[in-house]
């Protein structure tokens, strides 16, 4: 589709607005209606989008925006930058091929429901062995298993350096070749092809072979599902968010069981709902991707955190519950560590607000670094005078900190050997650490699903540190723990097993990821690359246990 003077894109408009749709909520809710050579939608620039009847237009030949009522009028790149607030150009480029060379074919928008349907063409099986052999970027960077790359005759086309993905219709039949280039990192599919489910063949095959097919996971890429594969399960690719027509092939197959496993996004989540409106009398579940916030798709995961995986019925967002609702009863529990019970026996006598640390009395509380027990620190604030609040409250921290710092070691971080040094805790990647145990800020909204929120939520910590000893702008990696009030969030400090395991997935998670960086300025001060993330520890965990 040609989309302006220079821009092309391999996609017709319905695909391009299928996709916009999903991410650009609250506008375009009712979606699309057939208007002859153009599709009907609300308007993004008046009463942003709510509208009982939509008054603008996408033209279906190039995607050109006019609205009837404000009388105005944007290229496609326009309007996607304006309800997304990002540039269109680029969200085009990241979720289509874009070049400048296809040539807009005004037959691909032309309804041509009367007409014959041609006999399909299908590629010659002997086609593929010019692109036979292994590509370094599906063995070592994607880590696709040999056998894998075989089973789907996945090939490397020498000449153009790209990956071919021969796709296959449901009976085996090759349909057409997808590519994906090892050096411009994009997919290119033939100009006007229907996508097929990819993976639904080899399904069948694998049954023929003898494999047990207990449950097939569901995604968006051709690369997610062959890693899935990789790993000993069994997946289907949609090519993105799902067809009428793919539905309908899924309904009439006698797969029973899906997992549906589409990417950690706004769209993914749209996707799943999508899947679960047309599919009907099949065994539908989800992953959980909670705690896993971090991994945006399959690929962003190494195969023990894909196992790991809650999977679910239906996974739904968690909503925190009523002010007034009464907290947990903080109880001593049998599997509870000496510490985990000292750490409740505090929780029970704190009062869970508190001021923020100063030097002076941190200066006075300094023993709390060698008491041992809830007991010591209250006979030594009696016998001195001290604000026992206040000491229970950097006591209950010291601890919960100390061990989430062993916890770190314990998987792979290399221990600051000065103990005195309040900016390192700890060493990732030879960078150094500050660890922060902190809560989830009261009367805050910020998504922690979502990259943004998380790094939204760093920059408020950065901003509304103490201002005492150890107040700095260094790495820190923060983790915070949530619940639905103040002590419950204390509560969730004590759970070093969800700790542990959150903690164990993030360092995963670096072996094959950078670290993520935030920019801050403090006054005339500017910090342009800090190191810095979130472990989330949410309440409603300890339901998962």
């Known amino acids: 589709m040609k989309v302006t003077k220079s821009l092309n894109v391999n996609a017709d408009i319905y695909e391009v607005l299928d996709r916009l749709f999903m991410e650009s909520s609250p506008y375009f809710e009712q979606g699309y209606k057939e208007a002859s050579d153009y599709l009907m939608v609300q308007c993004p620039y008046h009463k942003m989008g709510k509208e009982n009847r939509p008054s603008a237009q996408f033209r279906k030949e190039d995607g050109l925006f006019y609205c009837h009522n404000c009388k105005c009028s944007h290229p496609l790149p326009s309007v996607i930058g304006y309800v997304l607030e990002r540039n269109g150009v680029t969200w085009l480029r990241e979720n289509f091929e874009v070049n400048s060379e296809a040539v807009y074919d005004a037959s691909r928008f032309k309804l041509k429901r009367k007409e014959k349907k041609e006999k399909p063409v299908y590629i010659n099986p002997e ?3 010019k ?49 994906r280039s090892t050096e411009k990192k994009f997919f290119h599919y033939p100009e006007g092809v229907e996508k097929p489910i990819y993976g639904l063949y080899e399904i069948y095959k694998a049954r023929q072979m003898g494999m047990k097919v207990d449950k097939v996971f569901v995604v968006e890429s051709m690369i997610d599902a062959l890693s899935i594969w990789s790993w000993g399960g069994f997946a289907i690719a949609m090519n993105g968010t799902g067809s009428h027509r793919q539905y309908a092939e899924l309904n009439a197959s006698d797969i029973k069981y899906f997992v549906l496993a589409t990417d950690n996004d706004s769209a993914g989540k749209q996707a799943r709902k999508k899947f679960r409106d047309n599919v009907k009398h099949k065994i539908i579940r989800e992953l959980d991707y909670d705690g896993y916030e971090l991994c945006k798709d399959i690929n962003d995961m190494t195969e023990e955190q ?71 620190v209250s006979t030594y604030c009696k016998e001195h005078g001290l604000d026992l609040n206040y000491a229970l409250h950097r006591w209950f921290n010291a601890q919960v900190s100390f061990m989430c710092e062993d916890l770190f070691v314990k998987h792979g971080a290399v221990d600051e050997e000065n103990t005195k040094d309040k900016l390192v805790d700890f060493y990732l990647k030879g960078e150094p650490f500050d660890l922060k145990v902190t809560a989830f800020p009261d009367g805050e909204t910020f998504n922690m699903k979502t990259r943004k929120g998380r790094d939204q939520l760093i920059e408020w910590f950065y901003k509304n540190q103490s201002q005492g000893g150890r107040k700095h702008f260094g790495n820190r990696l923060f983790i915070v723990c949530d619940g639905s009030s103040t002590k419950n969030k204390l509560y969730m400090k004590t759970r070093f097993d969800i700790i542990e395991q959150r903690i164990k997935n993030y360092m995963k998670y670096l072996d094959t990821h950078p670290f993520n960086t935030v920019t801050l300025m403090d006054g005339d001060d500017f910090y342009p690359s800090i190191k810095s993330d979130i472990i989330y520890i949410s309440e409603e965990l300890l339901n998962k246990e």
Request: aromatic residues 14%; charged residues 30%.
């Open 127 to 129: 086609a593929l062995k």
């Open 131 to 179: 692109y036979e052999g292994y590509s370094d970027y599906m063995l070592n960077t994607r880590k696709i298993a040999k056998w894998v790359l075989d089973f789907f005759d996945i090939g490397y086309d020498k000449e153009n350096k790209c990956v071919t993905f021969p796709v296959k219709n449901q009976y085996g039949d090759i349909l057409f070749v997808a590519t």
């Open 306 to 376: 894909f196992w790991s995986i809650p999977i679910v019925k239906e996974w739904k967002p968690s909503v925190k519950p009523a002010v007034n609702k009464k907290p947990l009863t903080f109880k001593v529990l049998d599997t509870d560590t000496p510490l985990q019970q000292e750490l409740v026996k505090a929780l029970n006598i704190m009062d869970p607000h508190w001021e923020k640390q100063e030097n002076a009395k941190d200066y006075n509380t300094k023993f709390i670094y060698e008491a041992k027990s809830v007991e010591e």
